[in-house]
């Protein structure tokens, strides 16, 4: 097994915990601004809309770390299940045999992929989280990108 291979194997069984942490952390964060205030009183209507509380902006972090720790776990969990029979790279170590239902994999992930990008930046954006938003948009199509890159059996 190839060190990298070995790095994706731990960020799939570490991620449940880190992401189930970091959304603890998002409740706490949630629950301790809650009484604050959530929109700017003073300026305009597009400053008051738009440029978030000192309150809001830590929660929005907070949901930022959750949705990279989610993406992580999310690009190490397609490559640990494709590692086996469907993903031919060099630095996985050996493909194993072809998987015969894996023909659609590849296809299936990358689509996956950036549909939850477009949905959790899309949640983002309503919720007024630039930052997650943001985060979203630049993690998940570029990892479905690079997955869509890897060699197959079937390519």
């Known amino acids: 097994m190839s060190p990298l291979m070995l790095f994706f194997g731990l960020c799939f069984m570490v991620g449940w915990t880190a992401a189930v942490a970091a959304l603890v952390y998002a409740g706490v964060v949630l629950v301790r601004v809650w009484p604050s205030d959530w929109v700017r009183r003073q300026g305009p209507l597009a400053v008051r809309v738009l ?6 902006l830590r929660l929005d972090v907070a949901f930022t770390v959750l949705a990279l720790l989610v993406d992580l776990w999310l690009v190490s969990a397609v490559i640990v299940f494709g590692s086996d029979g469907v993903f031919t790279e060099d630095w996985m170590g050996y493909p194993g045999m072809t998987d015969p239902e894996g023909q659609g994999f590849q296809a299936g992930a990358v689509s996956a992929l950036r549909t939850t990008a477009w949905w959790t930046s899309g949640a983002a954006v309503l919720c007024r989280c630039w930052t997650t938003a943001a985060a979203q948009v630049c993690v998940l ?3 479905a990108w690079w997955i869509g890159s890897f060699d197959t059996y079937y390519t």
């Open 51 to 56: 440029v978030p509380t000192p309150a809001y």
């Open 141 to 143: 199509p570029p990892a």
